[in-house]
């Protein structure tokens, strides 16, 4: 019988990334369903809560107590989970100097290292706007990775970031590169003449490891928070950063990336992109027309971005036809349906562009203009499983792709699928090997099975090297393409099996 058990630890904090690393691992125990890490803050018991793991016991914790919440087969299993849980608690925090202590504070951790000059802070959203304010009061710029941060605290924060001349990237900020260094769920690429601004993680980690595999490299890469260019926050990073890049001789062309921002907001960017000298390329996803300066090119995809940027294509162009006869007489014909499942939410949403502009329709859960407003019996259906609804209470799935997984092995069975579209995202932060992950999945399944289309995104710099990443995936059958948005064209293919 299902268990669900709750376990309150008083005044112990940890931070996000670090939570989520533990109920990552403790949620592959043997029958152990969930386990969620989570500080009791209220919005942080609610999702508990709508998850179904939250008991009286978690109702009581404060916001500076912390959280077990477990969901298991049996109750031995829930209790070794617990157990496993709170010896991984208190097991010494090392630091680079063995036996010394972390310190607690921005302001101890600022005196302790001297030179610093920027702060990355992942703590929950009630206390991250806090956080930030000390960080920046110390002179700090900031990389706030933390989400569920009011737009008011943030507009606030970005308002005083810009008085005192420093960058505050995000809230929900998932990736940069500053000065050459990675910051979070980034990727190792060379140093080169190119600078980007994005309001997106995985379309930055995309365009920045599309120009690093061109031969190019980037100056810095600064991340904005999704809300940035939104008519309440108007653009304050996105505009700083233009200003940080244009001044910095090192870098000689700019790649701004994001959703369609406000009207008004993205007026207000392209005024200043035509008071610069330096060329810029526009990635405005799902954006129609758009008056552009004269130094500014618009582009409708990453891959088409990075090309922009390098001036000659980014991705290696694959032979569609191909590719289509390879699988085309394993796909009997009632074999019809694409299945987008995806750990980036930009990269589903480019994904989604190319399926708009090829005229078919799709759902998604969170879409761009052209996608079905209720989900469908049958049709091409695109998920984001990093999207919120889907990481309550679990870990995001660039770093456990289990229940990206699940849906991949529902798609392989289901007879009306012709393809599972996916993206492998590599770099410092990500699952150690998400490539052989989806390889075991594909395993499983024998054949006649869909086919299954990847994008890799990352280098062979990367940690997980993006070589034998794609090596595990063609062993498995898997067909790769160069970038997601060809990714996605090659899936359009094979659904419709005529080019």
């Known amino acids: 019988?299902?268990?669900?058990?709750?376990?309150?630890?008083?005044?112990?904090?940890l931070d996000s990334l670090a939570l989520m690393r533990i109920s990552q691992a403790l949620s592959s125990q043997p029958g152990v369903e969930t386990v969620s890490l989570m500080i009791?803050?209220?919005?942080?018991?609610?999702?508990?809560?709508?998850?179904?793991?939250?008991?009286?016991?978690?109702?009581?914790?404060?916001?500076?107590?912390?959280?077990?919440?477990?969901?298991?087969?049996s109750e031995a299993a829930a209790n070794a989970a617990?157990?496993?849980?709170?010896?991984?608690?208190?097991?010494?925090?090392?630091?680079?100097?063995?036996?010394?202590?972390?310190?607690?504070?921005?302001?101890?951790?600022?005196?302790?290292?001297?030179?610093?000059?920027?702060?990355?802070?992942?703590?929950?959203?009630?206390?991250?706007?806090?956080?930030?304010?000390?960080?920046?009061?110390?002179?700090?710029?900031?990389?706030?990775?933390?989400?569920?941060?009011?737009?008011?605290?943030?507009?606030?924060?970005?308002?005083?970031?810009?008085?005192?001349?420093?960058?505050?990237?995000?809230?929900?900020?998932?990736?940069?590169w500053v000065g050459g260094v990675p910051l979070a769920f980034a990727n190792q690429v060379a140093r080169g003449p190119v600078g980007l601004v994005s309001a997106s993680g995985t379309g930055l980690q995309e365009v920045a490891c599309l120009i690093a595999r061109a031969g190019s490299g980037i100056s810095h890469a600064i991340g904005t928070g999704g809300r940035d260019l939104s008519e309440k926050v108007g653009?304050?990073?996105?505009?700083?950063?233009?200003?940080?890049?244009?001044?910095?001789?090192?870098?000689?062309?700019?790649?701004?990336?994001?959703?369609?921002?406000?009207?008004?907001?993205?007026a207000k960017v392209l005024e200043r992109v035509a008071r610069s000298q330096k060329p810029f390329t526009i990635c405005f996803l799902g954006a129609g027309d758009q008056r552009l300066p004269k130094n500014g090119r618009a582009v409708a995809t990453l891959a088409a971005a990075a090309a922009s940027a390098v001036g000659k294509p980014a991705d290696v162009r694959m032979d569609i036809s191909a590719m289509v006869r390879l699988v085309d007489k394993e796909l009997d014909a009632k074999r019809r349906w694409i299945r987008g499942l995806y750990s980036g939410g930009t990269l589903c949403a480019e994904a989604e562009i190319v399926l708009r502009d090829a005229g078919e329709a799709f759902w998604s859960n969170a879409p761009v203009p052209g996608a079905a407003a209720a989900k469908p019996a049958e049709g091409h259906v695109l998920i984001d499983y990093g999207a919120d609804e889907y990481t309550v209470g679990r870990p995001h799935p660039m770093i456990d792709p289990a229940q990206r997984n699940q849906a991949l092995r529902a798609a392989l069975g289901d007879p009306s699928v012709a393809?599972?579209?996916?993206?492998?995202v590599l770099?410092?932060?990500?699952?150690?090997?998400?490539?052989?992950?989806?390889?075991?999945?594909?395993?499983?399944?024998?054949?006649?099975?869909?086919?299954?289309?990847?994008?890799?995104v990352g280098t062979d710099g990367?940690?997980?090297?993006?070589?034998?990443?794609?090596?595990?995936?063609e062993k498995a059958g898997i067909l790769v393409a160069a970038s997601n948005a060809q990714a996605a064209e090659l899936a359009v293919a094979i659904a419709r099996r005529r080019i």
């Open 40 to 73: 009791g803050t209220p919005a942080n018991r609610q999702i508990l809560d709508e998850a179904g793991i939250l008991t009286a016991a978690g109702r009581e914790a404060g916001a500076n107590d912390l959280i077990i919440a477990v969901k298991a087969e």
């Open 82 to 176: 617990l157990a496993a849980a709170e010896q991984r608690l208190d097991q010494p925090q090392a630091t680079g100097g063995g036996s010394e202590r972390r310190p607690h504070t921005i302001e101890a951790a600022s005196a302790m290292l001297g030179g610093a000059n920027l702060a990355i802070i992942s703590v929950p959203g009630a206390f991250a706007a806090n956080e930030a304010r000390k960080a920046l009061g110390r002179g700090l710029h900031v990389l706030l990775f933390s989400d569920n941060v009011s737009v008011e605290d943030e507009r606030g924060l970005k308002l005083e970031a810009q008085k005192r001349n420093l960058l505050l990237m995000g809230p929900d900020c998932g990736t940069a």
């Open 235 to 266: 653009a304050i990073t996105t505009l700083m950063a233009i200003d940080a890049l244009d001044r910095d001789p090192a870098t000689k062309h700019i790649v701004l990336i994001s959703k369609p921002p406000a009207q008004a907001v993205a």
């Open 462 to 473: 990367d940690p997980q090297n993006r070589s034998a990443q794609i090596g595990k995936l």
């Open 427 to 456: 770099g410092y932060g990500a699952h150690e090997d998400p490539a052989g992950a989806v390889a075991a999945v594909a395993a499983e399944v024998a054949a006649p099975r869909p086919a299954i289309v990847a994008s890799v």
């Open 1 to 13: 019988m299902t268990q669900v058990v709750n376990r309150v630890r008083r005044g112990l904090y």
């Open 419 to 424: 393809v599972a579209l996916i993206d492998v």
